[in-house]
């Protein structure tokens, strides 16, 4: 098994362009989700997805899309980059909880996409 | 939303000496998770510990979620250890079904 994987590893962009963080996993996990990471902020949850078709958003949304057509796969879209977007975004996956849309105990979290907007 | 706020933030130990982390939550939780962060940036899961204590190897971890707090333990620390742990808690019942990390304890083993 690949685990979680994301790429690009290292990207630049320049203010206004638009660009797709992709994120796979190959564990047939139902819950993906997507978190920054900045100095000193720790981790933050961008959005998540229970399953192929639902998504919904956590705590900083804005600026950004994501879509889940397959159980695989869980890209993040950036529409229109600022530099307020430079970080380190991080995709992870898991089993859903049991009667709940949370992620279950072990997390699985993908190498990380370092975003530098100029 | 619920506050995660994590002690020390910064840790510099020499190998071989023991350590205690703290994680303090404001409100109910259902889920609490400890993460390690490698200095190559790498997450990985160390424990999921929404109450109670457990140990895997030199690592332990107790949460004692009527107090709101949980902590992690380090014994005979290795340098492979340094880098930042992290706790992050999803809120019980409700709101964005996802975790809410601390900002994390930097933790530094000198050989």
């Known amino acids: 098994n690949a685990g979680v994987t994301q790429t690009p590893k290292f990207q630049v962009l320049k203010t206004g362009q638009s660009m797709t963080l992709q994120c796979a996993q190959d564990m047939n996990h139902e819950y993906m989700s997507w978190y920054r990471q900045d100095p000193g902020m720790g981790l933050r949850l961008i959005h998540y997805?229970?399953?192929?078709?639902?998504?919904d958003q956590g705590e900083v949304p804005n600026g950004y899309n994501v879509s889940r057509s397959t159980t695989e796969d869980f890209p993040l879209r950036l529409l229109s980059a600022a530099p307020s977007q430079t970080s380190v975004y991080f995709c992870?996956?898991?089993?859903?909880?049991?009667?709940?849309?949370?992620?279950?105990?072990?997390?699985?979290f993908g190498p990380g996409t370092r975003l530098l907007v100029l | 939303g619920i506050q995660v706020e994590q002690s020390p933030p910064d840790l510099i130990l020499q190998e071989g000496a023991n350590s205690t982390l703290r994680c303090n939550f404001s409100?109910?939780?259902?889920?609490l998770q400890w993460f390690h962060q490698n200095p190559w940036g790498q997450l990985i899961n160390l424990f999921y510990?929404?109450?109670g204590t457990k140990q895997n190897g030199r690592l332990s971890a107790t949460t004692v979620a009527t107090e709101r707090y949980s902590l992690l333990y380090i014994s005979s620390s290795q340098t492979t250890d340094s880098g930042v742990y992290f706790c992050a808690v999803e809120v019980a019942g409700g709101g964005a079904d996802g975790l809410t990390f601390g900002k994390g304890t930097h933790l530094i083993i000198q050989p």
């Open positions: 510990i929404p109450s």
């Open positions: 992870a996956s898991s089993w859903a909880r049991s009667g709940t849309s949370g992620p279950q105990e072990t997390q699985y």
């Open positions: 997805s229970v399953g192929a078709g639902i998504t």
């Open positions: 409100d109910s939780v259902n889920n």
